[in-house]
């Protein structure tokens, strides 16, 4: 249903994250999954939010604030399903709501519900132009059943070619007028011939009340087969947010301090590849947990409280990392494993030295699937090392690119 454009988990966190583009302007917030569960479930429930601080409830009832993880991913462990109304509430700074947002679980599939996604200008009837037919599986008070999966059997009447959908099955139902949803919601395609008329759908399925919706693809100039019709002329503009800003719509809160120079533990020539802006680059140590260390002299003293990373094989490994402003400790963990860069918040020493050192082994094991770094040299030199050093990659310390940061403010 990727294809189909259906806005999923992904869609909304990334809505949660991205308006604003850089600082965020207006906080969402976003429950990820369902709420339909059996009576002896107890299961965490993560919310995707920009708020400060997230409270969950359940049927009215608190189960207090979420623990936030990562800046937009609060957590609610173990929490004892019940069923009704599950509600997640963001506050500001000041403690002030800014955002909410709610599940209600959903009864039995009682009927199919159908819509249409098309142009705001219409469905033309040029042999080329599409309609989304979208297709739910509702409880008797209007709520989406996010368990059913059944199969709709559709009809089409009228001037249109069925395209179909796509579902998890035997050719992935491509073309077939038998669709299953998924998680409740379906879409389908339909294509306009190049005669204008009215066009019914019908929907049925085992056990469910039936649905029928129609519309009608409107008549265009065609000449020897062609149209001058573009669709994408009759899209208006969205001037909701004013116009374009002569200045930049956000304003930076840290500043880089650039390095001017670095001592490493071990390949020290090497130590500038850590900084030189270049990711197919990179330093590292000689696998002992003695050299696994790296010294950075900043152009000038400053607060950093933000380091960037990028570390080699970054969505493999978690370093245990130790970092100092010249003798004190300002962090001490270990990294997440990510898909690129990673940001650890620091305690802000005024320093013209930082060092980066390793604290123990490394801990491996893929946290995101089949995904393929872009800075694939340098990732597949890990396997290499391993395979030729064998233990001595638990002491390695491999820095890709790695940037200080400190805010305007300080």
């Given amino acids: 249903t990727d294809a189909m454009r ?59 604030e979420g623990e936030r993880e990562y800046h937009f991913l609060y957590t609610f462990k173990d929490v004892q399903f019940e069923t009704g109304k599950l509600e997640a509430i963001g506050y500001d700074e000041t ?39 979208q297709v739910e599986v ?30 998890q099955g035997k050719d992935n139902y491509i073309l077939s007028k038998d669709l299953p949803v998924e998680c409740g919601i379906n879409r389908a395609l339909l294509r306009s011939l190049t005669t204008a008329g009215k066009v019914r759908i019908t929907a049925k399925a085992d056990g469910l009340k039936p649905a029928e919706i129609s519309l009608s693809s409107l008549p265009i100039e065609m000449k020897d087969g062609l149209s001058k019709y573009i669709p994408g002329n009759e899209l208006e503009g969205w001037l909701t ?8 719509s956000y304003k930076d809160t840290k500043v ?17 590849h850590s900084f030189d802006d270049n990711e197919l680059s ?13 010294t950075y002299h900043l152009e000038r003293a400053a607060r950093v409280d933000e380091v960037c990373l990028k570390l080699t094989g970054w969505r493999m490994r978690s370093y245990p990392l130790e970092i ?32 980066v050192r390793l604290k123990g082994a490394s801990k491996e094991g893929d946290a995101f699937g089949q995904i393929v770094e872009v800075a694939a040299p340098v990732a597949n030199e890990l396997d290499l090392f391993k395979a030729k050093n064998g233990d001595k990659a638990n002491h390695e310390l491999r820095i890709v690119e790695i940037e200080f940061k400190e805010n305007l403010w300080q």
């Fill in 6 to 64: 259906i806005p999923k988990d992904a869609f909304y966190a990334h809505q949660v994250m991205w308006d604003g583009w850089v600082d965020i302007e207006q906080p969402h917030i976003h429950i990820i999954g369902h709420w339909n569960y059996k009576e002896d479930v107890i299961k965490p429930v993560y919310v995707v939010s920009g708020a400060d601080k997230v409270e969950l409830f359940l049927n009215g009832k608190s189960l207090g």
């Fill in 95 to 133: 403690g002030k709501e800014c955002c909410r947002t709610e599940l209600q679980t959903a009864g039995k599939p009682e009927e199919i519900r159908l819509t249409f996604v098309q142009s705001p200008d219409g469905w033309k009837a040029d042999g080329a132009d599409m309609v989304l037919l």
């Fill in 138 to 167: 509702m409880d008797k008070h209007g709520r989406r059943c996010p368990l059913a999966n059944d199969l709709i059997h559709f009809e089409v009447e009228g001037p249109a070619e069925w395209c179909g959908g796509i579902a």
């Fill in 241 to 248: 947010r004013g116009e374009t800003p002569l200045t930049p």
């Fill in 256 to 272: 880089d301090i650039a390095v001017l120079s670095a001592v490493a533990g071990a390949n020290n020539e090497d130590a500038v």
């Fill in 282 to 294: 990179e330093w590292k140590n000689d696998g002992k947990v003695n050299t696994a260390w790296i």
């Fill in 324 to 355: 100092y402003a010249g003798d004190e400790l300002i962090w001490s963990g270990e990294t997440a494993k990510s898909l690129g860069y990673v940001h650890l918040k620091v305690k802000p020493v005024l320093t013209d030295e930082i060092t």
